[in-house]
């Protein structure tokens, strides 16, 4: 595996962090097929209960799709190029366990859309979001055209899809796209300190909690209420509902096991 995306595991938290300072961690052909193998790690790894996506170097999460390879593309490679992306991505959405994005630095083009992808982005304050393709004369392609109006609504989207500005980290937590934000030197440390805490609730439950949301993003109120109902119905099945349960009652803390 090429060294362009580091793995690391501490307190059930597997860290990947994309590891091309000198280039801005822009994403190139190597840094998505380390991501997409080790999200397969980590996604495996039993020991493994909550992801977080972290950028190496004091300046970027990611500056973008790396514009080197991007410029040689031709409209049916530009094609590929873009699927190729969003099915890396994808695979954090849809992952059973929770993904974390630590932004500390510049999340802009690929890195924006890395970020929104995850399910929750904690920023440090010196970080910047944006979607500057239009000033490349492209479109965003890793999923910023569809993720974006989601999280921050249409006409914000517009905005930045458009405007191609950068947004600093508290406007990005105040229109939404940015759950916390920390002094750089705090960001991963609380990110993992909450990753950890995750990783101590019951992993059926976390998985079921992930997939409920998601599918509230897919379908009508109506079948997201009866998917939510079913998925409510198989956990009440499982042992760590019971221990949950059982030790609210008794008033103590409750240990689970995934089962
Ligand atoms: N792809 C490829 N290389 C990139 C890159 C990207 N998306 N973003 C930064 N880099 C490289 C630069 O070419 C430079 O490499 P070099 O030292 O070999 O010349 C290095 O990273 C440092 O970047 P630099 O531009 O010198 O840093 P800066 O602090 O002056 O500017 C940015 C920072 C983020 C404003 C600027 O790098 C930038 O605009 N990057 C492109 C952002 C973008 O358009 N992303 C969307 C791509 S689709």
Known sequence: MNDTVLLSRED?????????????????????TALEAHIATAVEDRSVRCIVVTGSGPKAFAAGADIAELHTNDAYAGRLFAERGQRVFAALERSAKPVIAAVNGFALGGGCELAMACHMRFASENAKFGQPEINLGIIPGYGGTQRLPRLVGIAKAYELVLGGEM????????????????PQDELLTATVAFASALAAKAPLALTACLEAVQISGDTSLLEGLHAEANLFGRICGTEDFKEGTDAFLAKRSASFTGK
């Open 167 to 182: 947004v600093a980290a508290q406007e990005a937590h105040r229109i939404g796209l940015v759950n916390r934000v920390y």
């Open 12 to 32: 059930g938290v597997a860290i990947l962090t994309i590891n091309r300072p000198d280039k801005l961690n822009a994403l190139n052909s190597d840094v998505l």
